[in-house]
């Protein structure tokens, strides 16, 4: 793959993730017009394609680096905003849920990238 077509799909991917967030967020506000299980499943379904998306993106991309350091800040807002939404004062009906879920697909494409860049200086040696 080119870089630039690299860098291009690594931000691509990086807005996705972000926008994944920011649904997320909306579905699980306190608003009973927006918390429903058909938009959670939805959500999920979103971000398992996503995931399915990252890691055939991994698979074929040189540049994995840029896009942990990419993916880096959103995992960390997921995981504060986790945190939050499984204390006490901060729980509502879909937090825990979607929260988890999409924390969890951040870290596996995390790792996902770590272990990638073993592998290839593990051939190399």
Not at 14 to 36: C, E, H, K, P, V
Not at 47 to 66: D, E, G, R
Not at 93 to 106: C, E, N, P, Q, R
């Amino acid at each position: 793959m080119h870089k630039v077509t690299d860098i291009f799909i690594s931000f691509i991917l990086f807005i996705w993730g972000t926008l994944n967030w920011i649904y997320a967020t909306r579905i699980t506000i306190d608003i009973n017009a927006f918390s429903s299980l058909k938009e959670v499943i939805i959500y999920i379904i979103v971000t398992i394609l996503y995931l399915i998306i990252q890691v055939l993106y991994i698979n074929k991309s040189k540049i994995h680096i840029l896009n942990i350091l990419l993916l880096s800040l959103p995992t960390i807002i997921w995981f504060i905003i986790l945190k939050n939404s499984l204390s006490i004062d901060g729980f509502f009906k879909y937090d825990g849920i979607a929260y988890t879920f999409g924390f969890f697909v951040m870290i596996v494409v995390l790792f996902y990238n770590f272990y990638k860049i073993v592998l290839k200086y593990n051939v190399r040696s």
